[in-house]
Every structure is written in structure tokens, then in C-alpha cells.
């Protein structure tokens, strides 16, 4: 049983939001013990947005309802024609109890893009913050205070309309949905092995590989249960089976002896929001940093030269991880030591001291959502 509230909240962006409150909320007891040991994933709060778009009537429609199964036709085209994005970001908890999430902006405008790629509408930027403070409004005591812990905000947008016919859809479908989320790593930050893909590819030229789309993610898979099997933590797949790309959710970044960082280069590659922040920090601390096409060639010689002294990984959930080792099946790079991790972990305590509070935000990049 649900509870209609008798106030609608308003919006910034112009609409008026009907919250409907699940009466079937966890406890505050119950809440704590999730919050005590959430993993990454595994439980979802008690509410979630609801946004409608069709082409006559756009956006309309707006509700935080409670958290629960969806209903959709057998025939509903993200079914069947995939028409489907996602974005992912994180609310944290700082030290005077507010509740802030780092460029959502940003998010917005790769959703934006992702919309265009999958001919699905684009959600203004307005519309989608504010669906992340309405979501945060009724769900914010789900925002865990405890050292590396977050609220993972999950905006989704899908193809609802009913039909088996291969073109755009006329009625779409946003949410959001909220997981807490623990400390990615336990016992300190590792370096990864990682396994490069020779066999598949994650996106091709002209392809969906710079949209958020959970297609990218469903071919990632096989290459990445190759690499359990090979004792590797990811995978890494190469542009044209020459350029490096990235791995199957993360962006990566080399580290030259005279501290310059390269990032590969490709219309086939998602831009990563962490990814750019962390280079935007190196920038300021005086490396030079390239975007460039970069092959596994030039990665292994310089590795061997001593050219490149060190890789990290970088995305949302793990924020940075210092790559220790790629295997292949006919070599292998091997970045050991302190040394080659050392300006990786600098850059990532930097940066979730500013998602936390506990660093000045000197770009702007924190908006509060409880307020």
C-alpha cells in the first residue's frame, strides 16, 4: 500500500512533482544495518523517480513513487531494439550533514548525447538535476556518513512504447533509482591486473561506444569473465586492434617519466567525467597532459624503456586505480613498485577529498541536492 502526499513538491525546472510515500519504507533500524555493510549494488532505497515523454505531449508526467517492479508490454521496443542510456553518479555525505554530488551537470549533457545517439529525447539539464534533489528530498537519510561511502544515483532512460517496428520510440521512460554504496576498496587501495582483449571488440568506428548504453556493457562481458580466467580484475580492448580504447567501464591514463599523462583518443570511447577531473587536477599541479591515439605498442615499449613509469584506471565507482599489470596471451607490462602508483593515488585522494568536503572545491564541481 502506497500514501498519497497532500503537498506536491515544486520544481526549479518548472514542473510539479506528485511523491507518493512507500509506506512499506525500511526502518530507521533497518536502514542503519544496510547501511552498515551495503556492498555495491545490492539495495535500493525506498523511492525512485518517474519521468514520461511521448512526441506529442514531451516531457510530463514527474513522480517520486516507491521503489518497485516496473510494468511493461511484452512488446515495449527497449525489449527488443535496445533503445536504452544510463549515467551514473554519487551523492556523499560531507562533515556538516549536507548532501552534495559531484558535476551532475555533466552528467546531464553526456545523457544529452547519449539521447542523441540512441534517437532517444534529450532530458534537459534542468529537469535532471532536479530529479536527483526530488529523489534526495524523500530517500537523503540513505546517504551514509561512514569514510568512502556514497549514494549511487542511477538516472536510466528507455523505450516504452509498444511495437515491433524498428524506428525511434514515441514514448520514453526516465528514472532514477538510488543503491548505498561501501568504500570500493577494503585494505587500502591495490593496483589492478588487467587483460587485453584481442579477440573482441567493446565498440567500432561510427558505433555506440561514446554513448552510455548498457549494449557497450552486455559485450564486455564474455572479455571480462576471459579475464577472471586469466586472473585479471578487467579488461582492456583495443580501437582498430591497435589503438588502446578503454576498459569495460573505465577510462585509462598513462604516466610518463617527465609526468606527462596521455589518454587515448577515439569516437569510440565514452568520456569519462572522473577521467577529465583527474587530469583537470594534474593540469593544475603543472603536468602536461595529452589526448591522443596511443597504440599497446608504444604502451609496451615504453613500459620496457622506462619511458612509462606507471597507468591508473579511472570511473565513477573506483574512482582511480593504479593498473599493476596487462597481460596477454604473448606478453606482458608490468608496473611494480610504489613509484608507479604513487601520482594515481595522489590524484585520488585529492579528488574525493573534494566529493567529500574535505578539500576547497576550487572548480565548482559539488551542487547540493538537500537544499
Not at 511523491?19 to 552498515?36: G, H, M, P, Q
Not at 591514463?253 to 587515448?264: A, E, H, I, N, S
Request: with cysteine; proline share 5%.
Amino acid at each position: 500500500m502506497t500514501v498519497n502526499l497532500p503537498l506536491q513538491a515544486p520544481s526549479a525546472a518548472g514542473l510539479v512533482w506528485n511523491v507518493t510515500r512507500n509506506d512499506a519504507a525500511k526502518t530507521a533500524e533497518e536502514r542503519a544495518a544496510i547501511l552498515a555493510d551495503p556492498g555495491f549494488g545490492n539495495h535500493f532505497t525506498d523511492h525512485m523517480v518517474d519521468l514520461c515523454w511521448s512526441e506529442k505531449g514531451g516531457w510530463h508526467r514527474p513522480r517520486v513513487s516507491p521503489y518497485g517492479p516496473i510494468q511493461l508490454e511484452p512488446s515495449a521496443a527497449v525489449l527488443h531494439y535496445a533503445q536504452e542510456i544510463f549515467e551514473g553518479l554519487k551523492a556523499y555525505r560531507h562533515g556538516d550533514g549536507s548532501i552534495r554530488t559531484f558535476r551532475p551537470y555533466e552528467n546531464a549533457a553526456r545523457m544529452q548525447r547519449s539521447a542523441a545517439r540512441l534517437a532517444l529525447p534529450a532530458l534537459p539539464s534542468e529537469i535532471f538535476i532536479d530529479s536527483l534533489r526530488q529523489l534526495i528530498a524523500v530517500d537523503g537519510d540513505w546517504v551514509p556518513s561512514a569514510p568512502e561511502t556514497s549514494l549511487y544515483l542511477r538516472p536510466f532512460m528507455f523505450a516504452k512504447e509498444a511495437f515491433l517496428g524498428v524506428r525511434p520510440a514515441k514514448k520514453v521512460a526516465y528514472y532514477v533509482i538510488a543503491s548505498p554504496a561501501a568504500a570500493y576498496f577494503t585494505g587500502g587501495v591495490q593496483p589492478v591486473s588487467i587483460w587485453l582483449s584481442t579477440k573482441y571488440a567493446r565498440a567500432g568506428k561510427g558505433g555506440t561506444g561514446a554513448a552510455k548504453t548498457g549494449g557497450n556493457y552486455a559485450s564486455s562481458l564474455l572479455p571480462q569473465a576471459e579475464a577472471a580466467e586469466h586472473g585479471c580484475h578487467q579488461v582492456l580492448f583495443l580501437d582498430e586492434g591497435t589503438y588502446l580504447e578503454e576498459l569495460g567501464g573505465m577510462n585509462i591514463v598513462l604516466v610518463f617519466k617527465d609526468g606527462t599523462l596521455v589518454t587515448p583518443e577515439s569516437d569510440s570511447i565514452l568520456e569519462g567525467i572522473t577521467r577529465d577531473s583527474v587530469l583537470q587536477l594534474a593540469r593544475d599541479r603543472g603536468h602536461d597532459v595529452e589526448s591522443r591515439k596511443v597504440t599497446i605498442d608504444e604502451w609496451r615499449e615504453g613500459a620496457a624503456s622506462g619511458d612509462i613509469v606507471g597507468a591508473f584506471a579511472c570511473g565513477t565507482a573506483a574512482v582511480v586505480t593504479p593498473i599493476g599489470r596487462l597481460l596477454a596471451e604473448d606478453f606482458e607490462i608490468v608496473h611494480a613498485g610504489s613509484a608507479s602508483s604513487e601520482l594515481a593515488l595522489s590524484l585520488r585522494e585529492e579528488l574525493t577529498g573534494i566529493q567529500y568536503g574535505r578539500l576547497e572545491d576550487r572548480h565548482g564541481w559539488m551542487t547540493r541536492l538537500d537544499a
